[in-house]
């Protein structure tokens, strides 16, 4: 089992900033993808951006530029720095895991933008 701790979400204003993390803990850790998805209301999740284990990146377009996932040397912890934040990007970003081929989802934090 693989427990995933997020934090950093908040109400910013457009044009702000927020930086999101996810640690990963548990007994065994080896550690693929990490990524981070959301969901506004009424939508369907999707897939914001992912980094994998030889340091390949996505980003999904609408944040291409403004977005920036890393992860930290021991591969359990990943960050999402958001700047020029719109109120389009309102939504519980969720991170997630895969470890040893299963999948595993953060409890969600919540981004509003709006001023």
């Known amino acids: 089992q693989v427990q995933l701790t997020e934090s950093g979400g908040g109400l910013v204003q457009p044009g702000g900033s927020l930086r999101l993390s996810c640690s990963a803990s548990?007994?065994?850790?080896?550690?693929?993808?990490m990524a981070w998805y959301r969901q506004a209301p009424g939508e369907q999740r999707e897939l914001v951006a992912n980094?994998?284990?030889?340091?390949?990146?996505y980003y999904v377009d609408s944040v291409k530029g403004r977005f920036s996932i890393s992860r930290d040397r021991s591969l359990t912890t990943t960050f999402l720095q958001m700047n020029n934040l719109k109120p389009e990007d309102t939504a519980v970003y969720y991170c997630?895991?895969?470890?040893?081929?299963?999948?595993?989802w953060g409890q969600g934090t919540q981004v509003t933008v709006s001023s």
């Open positions: 997630f895991v895969n470890n040893l081929g299963h999948d595993y």
């Open positions: 548990g007994r065994r850790l080896a550690i693929n993808t």
């Open positions: 980094i994998r284990g030889g340091g390949t990146v």
